[in-house]
Structures are given as C-alpha cells and as structure tokens.
C-alpha cells in the first residue's frame, strides 16, 4: 500500500482508471510530503566506487537526499549492482515511477529490479514505487511461456526468479510499513536542515549531509540547497536568487577553486556565530 512514503502500487481491479487516478495522486503527494522541491529540479553525477563510472541522476531534490527514476533508466539498461549502491549511498529517498509486471521474457530486468530492492532495503533507504500492480503480482514466470515449450534450462531459470522475486516483493512490502520508515529514519544521517536547528552544529555531520555526490566538496548545486535551509529556517521560505548562491561561494571559497571544502565551512563557520550571515 502506499502508507507513509514506502511502495506504492495500482489495484488490480476493472477500474483501471480510477486505480490510476489514486496511485498519480498517492506519488505525488508522497513527493509533495517527503520533498523540499518537489519538481526534483536539481542534477547529481555519481560515481560508484569500484570504478568510478559515472551514474546520473537527472532529477534530484538535494537537500531531501531524494531522486527519482523511472523503471528503463535503472533497470532496462547496463546498470548494475555497483550503480544502485552509489545510489543507495546518496540518496535517503528513492521515487521509481513505471513500473511494470514482468514475465519470463523480462528475466535480465526483473534481475536488475530485486539486485535494486536489495541494494536500498541493505542501506535503509525509503522507496516509493508507481507500480502496474501490487508487490506480488509484479513477476508472472509463466505469463507467456509453458513448461513444455521451453528449455529445461530456462524453467529452472524461471523458477529461480520466480523464487527471488517472492522475496523481493516481501521487501517491497516491509518498506512500505511504518516500521521500516521508523527504521530508516533513525538509521540514515540527518537532512542538513536538521542538522542546522540543532542548538550546536556539528559541522563534519552538516557537511556529510550536504556533500550528496561524496566527492569531499561542495559544488554550486549543494551549496544552493544548503542556502535553501537556511533560508527557510532564517525567511520561511527557500527562495535563494543565483546571486546569493554566488555571494555566498565569495565568502566561504577561500581557496578559490569554485568548490567549498570542509575547512573552509569549517573556518568560516569559526569565525562567525550564526550560518544565517551567509544570506544578507
């Protein structure tokens, strides 16, 4: 069910349109609820850690540590388990919009589907999922093809995802219970807005927080989300013209790289009582 940001699914019933209707308006209220900017605006380049490749995510809202993907980009294509745990790493939320039942025929995909659950249910991570059905209508083994017609090979290959993806929708489920959210929440490191309202800052945790990509500084993207909590915690609202962004970036690149590491936050934050100062 959809429940408090977990998965999210349409019934399978004769009013496809009515179920469509409710599972457009469960997602987006899930990104409406969970999301700072929920038109997911911002762009982050990953990289995974074994080889550094790169892995996009085109549409990200980085002070909720949230991006969204649809079924293709994570699982119809060469993306493995490396890709989904730099994704895993960054991300505290993760919206997969359409998709699909699969069947025999989908068994690469339906592969990269479970190693993706996996991958995010191991770190904690909160998925809210658009979904043709519910978690354990998602794989149908024997939707086109009988036993009789195919290889001995390929039955056993279809049961053993059939088996995989029984636990895969068990998953799927579980994270879409309170308890899971719970759990995930207490387990991932705080947002930097939470970071930010506590009485002292503890400024290596508000940096983790903010250096989503993990590349050790902070690129005008994170520090905009950055300016973007305090503002709202200082104006009550998240509205950062690219000038403050940039005024901001004067003040704190010390070392003039274009980037702002942690001794840099570090040292301006030593040398002022308030982070608000950095808007205004």
Not at 62 to 80: H, I, T
Request: with cysteine; hydrophobic share 40%; aromatic share 6%.
């Amino acid at each position: 069910g959809a429940g408090g940001g977990g998965e999210l699914d349409d019934d399978d019933h004769d009013d496809d349109d009515d179920d469509d209707d409710k599972a457009e308006e469960s997602f987006e209220s899930c990104k409406r609820r969970l999301l700072a900017k929920p038109q997911l605006t911002d762009r982050v380049l990953l990289k995974t850690r074994d080889t550094g490749r790169t892995v996009p995510a085109k549409r990200a809202d980085l002070a909720s540590r949230a991006a969204l993907f649809s079924f293709d980009e994570l699982c119809g294509s060469n993306v493995g388990a490396a890709d989904y745990l730099a994704l895993a790493g960054a991300f505290h939320t993760i919206f997969l919009d359409n998709v699909p039942v699969m069947d025999a025929t989908d068994l690469d995909r339906a592969r990269r589907f479970i190693t993706l659950v996996d991958a995010l249910y191991d770190a904690d991570c909160v998925l809210v999922v658009r979904a043709e059905a519910p978690p354990q209508h998602l794989f149908v083994p024997d939707k086109t093809h009988s036993s009789a017609s195919s290889s001995s090979s390929f039955v056993k290959a279809r049961r053993d995802e059939a088996f995989a993806f029984d636990r895969t929708a068990s998953r799927l489920i579980e994270m879409g219970s309170s308890e899971y959210l719970r759990r995930s929440k207490k387990q991932r490191d705080p947002l930097a807005i939470d970071v930010l309202q506590r009485d002292d800052v503890d400024v290596d945790q508000l940096f983790r927080s903010l250096d989503v990509d993990g590349s050790g500084y902070l690129d005008e993207d994170e520090l905009a989300a950055f300016l973007a909590d305090v503002s709202e915690l200082r104006r009550g609202h998240r509205n950062v013209p690219d000038a403050e962004v940039q005024a901001a970036l004067l003040q704190l690149d010390t070392n003039g790289d274009g980037f702002v590491d942690l001794t840099e936050l570090r040292q301006y934050l030593a040398q002022r009582d308030e982070l608000m100062s950095l808007l205004g």
